[in-house]
């Protein structure tokens, strides 16, 4: 059976989160960019364990009454297998818990399942930047009135 357990993140779980950030994003974060999360006292950092192993990650920011995510990163072995949703799931439940009423994030054009994934769970497209990724690959920014 399997067991899923969502945990604030530790300095501890870093190199594990910077190797899965590494192998499994096409947007990679250096390692100083996750410690600097887990200092921002508006920083939301949450890892997901499957039965004890780490398989992925969320960010998002709080200011006042809005939230960014700033990603959700599953480890390749373990995407599709709707941890990714999971995670995004549980992060919109705890943000309404919170009475925040818009969540906002960007989403590179490219990544048509987590673009499907946003649009499921009701955001919509409200902007792009264009080139905005060091890829020149365009940035799709969604929201989500809640």
Not at 25 to 38: A, G, R, T
Not at 113 to 141: D, V
Request: glycine content about 2%; some cysteine.
């Amino acid at each position: 059976m399997e067991n899923r357990e969502i945990k604030n993140c530790t300095i501890e779980n870093i190199d594990n989160i910077y190797e899965i950030d590494k192998t499994s994003s096409s947007y990679n974060w250096k390692k100083n960019m996750f410690i600097d999360e887990l200092k921002n006292k508006n920083s939301f950092f949450k890892v997901l364990y499957i039965n004890d192993i780490i398989v992925g990650y969320i960010i998002y920011h709080i200011i006042i009454d809005e939230a960014e995510i700033l990603n959700i990163v599953i480890d390749n072995k373990y995407k599709r297998q709707a941890f990714g949703k999971y995670l995004l799931e549980q992060a919109l439940k705890t943000l309404s818990e919170k009475n925040i009423k818009t969540i906002f994030l960007e989403v590179g054009e490219k990544n048509i399942p987590a673009i499907n994934l946003y649009l499921q769970f009701g955001f919509k497209e409200y902007n792009k930047r264009i080139n905005y990724y060091k890829n020149k690959e365009t940035a799709i920014l969604m929201k989500k009135i809640l």
